[in-house]
């Protein structure tokens, strides 16, 4: 496993890294699969966890916590968030000082630990000022709580905001976000990658095989794995990427990872990691085999010829802004 630097910081992740999203506690065997995972993950070099208070209702901050309760703290990085309902009150949602409060002192006793590594605004919260959220997040800073905070899912506009505000209050930097980014998503290249490169602020996405499109597990003309997440996920975001268009690229890119004796996955989280400013890929692992796959893509360079046929495939247009 190889690391990098959490942007201009000196937090060192691992160029992959294990979120909980997915990891499923519904019986007893699954959770015992999921901690071999986990582990497995660690023994492997895995030092960055993600996870958030929303995640099957706080279960899988304690599910994590207990997991990792054994090793040394200063040993591993973790992260959560902050932002969607944790109750049916009034504040028990949001960005607000009194829900930021309350959800680290939630996560922290969840996770069984001191300290956040990183903590995340998990949403945007347009009905808080900016500078309440950024004072109560800087303030957990100051007082050991989190090391770093970041955004996830904010546009460029709103991230550049944050930073006028950082920078009129004398408060501590915003140090990292965590957008979607994959090869079928690309959004952030029109002018978030810019912004996080100016101001040194690590990229750590989530979903870079875009909810396992980019596995390979889904091919053109072939029926539905069984058990695969398109056959139970509730919200059917991978059944939504499973378009014509998006198939037909994904066997050209089998064929191309397998003319450089790649799999498509490896290939596919090597590609997201090109950019220096991504400071670790999370993916999700719900056996250990998918994990074994995930961290050989650390270390993997790809070439120049590759790049370039990667880009023909993908056939991606980025936005182009008139000005004046």
């Given at each position: 496993m190889e690391y990098r630097s959490l942007g201009?910081?000196?937090?060192?992740?691992?160029?992959?890294?294990?979120?909980?999203?997915?990891?499923?506690?519904?019986?007893?065997?699954?959770?015992d699969l999921a901690r071999e995972t986990l582990l497995l993950a660690y023994d492997h070099g895995v030092n960055f966890?993600?996870?958030?208070?929303?995640?099957?209702?706080?279960?899988?901050?304690r599910f994590l916590g207990e997991s990792l309760r054994q090793l040394e703290r200063s040993s591993y990085i973790l992260s959560s968030k902050v932002f969607f309902a944790s109750g049916d009150g009034p504040n028990d949602w949001g960005?607000?000082?009194?829900?930021?409060?309350?959800?680290?002192?939630?996560?922290?006793?969840n996770l069984q630990v001191d300290y956040l590594d990183m903590y995340f605004c998990h949403r945007f919260d347009a009905t808080v000022p900016l500078a309440e959220t950024l004072q109560a997040l800087s303030d957990l800073v100051v007082e050991g709580k989190i090391l770093h905070y970041g955004v996830s899912e904010w546009t460029a506009v709103q991230v550049l905001q944050a930073q006028r505000v950082i920078s009129s209050l004398g408060l501590r930097p915003l140090s990292v976000i965590q957008p979607q980014y994959n090869m079928m998503d690309r959004y952030i290249e029109n002018e978030l990658v810019d912004v996080c490169e100016a101001d040194g602020i690590g990229i750590v996405p989530f979903s870079p095989l875009a909810q396992?499109?980019?596995?390979?597990?889904?091919?053109?003309?072939?029926?539905?794995?069984?058990?695969?997440?398109?056959?139970?996920?509730?919200?059917?975001?991978?059944?939504?990427?499973?378009?014509?268009?998006?198939?037909?690229?994904?066997?050209?890119?089998?064929?191309?990872?397998?003319?450089?004796?790649?799999?498509?996955?490896?290939?596919?989280?090597?590609?997201?990691?090109?950019?220096?400013?991504?400071?670790?890929?999370?993916?999700?692992?719900?056996?250990?085999?998918?994990l074994t796959t995930n961290i050989a893509a650390s270390g993997v360079t790809l070439p120049a010829e590759a790049l370039a046929e990667i880009e023909e495939i993908l056939d991606f247009r980025p936005f182009v802004r008139s000005v004046g």
């Open positions: 201009k910081h000196g937090l060192r992740v691992s160029e992959v890294s294990l979120g909980s999203w997915m990891t499923s506690l519904r019986s007893p065997k699954e959770a966890f993600d996870c958030a208070d929303a995640y099957s209702g706080g279960e899988a901050e960005l607000s000082s009194k829900h930021i409060r309350h959800q680290i002192d939630s996560s922290l006793r396992g499109l980019l596995t390979g597990k889904y091919r053109k003309g072939r029926p539905l794995p069984e058990g695969s997440r398109a056959t139970h996920q509730a919200d059917r975001q991978i059944n939504n990427l499973l378009t014509e268009d998006n198939l037909s690229k994904v066997e050209r890119l089998i064929a191309l990872g397998q003319a450089l004796d790649f799999e498509l996955s490896v290939m596919a989280l090597a590609w997201t990691l090109r950019k220096g400013i991504v400071s670790s890929v999370i993916t999700g692992a719900s056996r250990p085999e998918q």
